[in-house]
Nanobody
Framework: QVQLVESGGGLVQAGGSLRLSCAASGRTFSRYVMAWFRQAPGKEREFVARRLWSGDITYYADSVKGRFTFSRDNAKNTVYLQMNSLKPEDTAVYYC???????????????WGQGTQVTVSS
């Protein structure tokens, strides 16, 4: 059974940092694209970042480029999203997802975590 479990969300002041984790289990993800999405209240789920689990190239949304970093730890089967210089507009529920298709569209992702809340106060 595939599981993606996020953690690391919380409340932080603008300009602060958080690191989200996504622990993956239930299959080998080396050929999957792993991604982070977020959804703010009243808005659609939006793409944040993605990378092939076994690759080195990461694609970021323009809104987070230069502030967020996507990394992985193969030994722990975990991916991370380091978020720096956080802004109030980054407030959302953040989701980890896995797909064999590697796109920015949420509907193409096969597996999702439960989400973790990130709140950035001004």
């Amino acid at each position: 059974q595939v599981q993606l479990v996020e953690s690391g969300g919380g409340l932080v002041q603008a300009g602060g940092s958080l690191r989200l984790s996504c622990a993956a289990s239930g299959r080998t993800f080396s050929r999957y694209v792993m991604a982070w999405f977020r959804q703010a209240p009243g808005k659609e789920r939006e793409f944040v970042a993605r990378r092939l689990w076994s690759g080195d190239i990461t694609y970021y949304a323009d809104s987070v480029k230069g502030r967020f970093t996507f990394s992985r730890d193969n030994a722990k089967n975990t991916v991370y999203l380091q978020m720096n210089s956080l802004k109030p507009e980054d407030t959302a529920v953040y989701y980890c997802a896995a797909s064999t298709k590697g796109t920015v569209e949420a509907h193409n992702y096969d597996y999702w975590g439960q989400g973790t809340q990130v709140t950035v106060s001004s």
